[in-house]
């Protein structure tokens, strides 16, 4: 999988929006970015994932860049419960073949909503 | 509520003894992770399992070992317990097979070695 590269870090004001970006130089074709957060020990939530298009649900949007290379999760309207650990994941699709469909976390980005 | 259910919360346990994490997926998943976090390691990929069979290891110690039962359910069984394998154990599940699908968590065992 490939390696991605996050701030440690981001501070957010309640009811801003929240951008945290997220680099994936070593991206390939049939990888797809996932996003995910922790709230204190709690298990990880899904949020949102995408292979070249921007997508949008009802928790985030995901912009990734023409060129796949980075990618920016957007919550558009932060609240103090958005305070967690997000993590920003490449991973081969399960169509793609093989077994190997683990999700390879690193350290995320430590979002802190402040009021 | 991610539907992944993770069973006991929380567990407490003397150095040497044997405990078995039950995890039962969220319903029509048939792929499980397991998962370890531990304050110094982040969270660590132990092994998958895909309808029964097991499908790729991480991490996963010796003393460790896990399987999916015919129901779905699995389980994660941890021997010989030393002081270092207390974490929380997350369980994951997904569509598996063709289908593109995020890994769902469930919250976890927190397991204490004494």
């Known amino acids: 999988d490939a390696k991605t590269t996050q701030p440690p870090s981001m501070d957010c004001a309640e009811g801003r929006a929240a951008n945290l970006p997220c680099n994936h130089s070593?991206?390939?074709?049939?990888?797809?970015v996932y996003w995910y957060r922790q709230i204190h020990s709690q298990g990880p939530q899904y949020i949102i994932h995408?292979?070249?298009n921007n997508e949008t649900n009802e928790m985030a949007s995901l912009i990734i860049t023409e060129d796949r290379k980075s990618s920016t999760l957007i919550l558009p309207h932060a609240t103090l419960r958005d305070t967690a650990v997000y993590y920003c994941?490449?991973?081969?699709?399960?169509?793609?073949?093989?077994?190997?469909?683990?999700?390879?976390f690193g350290k995320g980005t430590l979002l802190t909503v402040n009021p | 509520d991610s539907g992944v259910t993770q069973t006991p919360k929380h567990l407490i346990t003397a150095t040497g003894q044997r405990v078995t994490l039950r995890c039962s997926p969220r319903?029509?998943?048939?792929?499980v992770y397991w998962y370890q976090q531990s304050l110094d390691q982040g969270l660590q990929f132990l092994i998958q399992?895909?309808?029964?069979?097991?499908?790729a290891k991480g991490n996963i110690l010796e003393r460790f070992s896990a399987q999916q039962f015919p129901d779905l359910h699995s389980e994660l069984n941890l021997s010989s317990l030393e002081l270092g394998d207390s974490a929380l154990y997350f369980c994951?599940?997904?569509?598996?097979?063709?289908?593109?699908?995020?890994?769902?968590f469930g919250n976890g065992t927190r397991l204490t070695v004494t």
């Open positions: 994951a599940s997904s569509v598996g097979g063709r289908h593109n699908s995020p890994l769902h």
């Open positions: 319903s029509g998943d048939l792929s």
């Open positions: 995408g292979l070249k």
């Open positions: 399992y895909y309808n029964g069979e097991e499908r």
């Open positions: 994941i490449v991973r081969v699709g399960e169509g793609s073949g093989g077994s190997n469909y683990k999700l390879t």
């Open positions: 070593t991206i390939s074709g049939n990888e797809y």
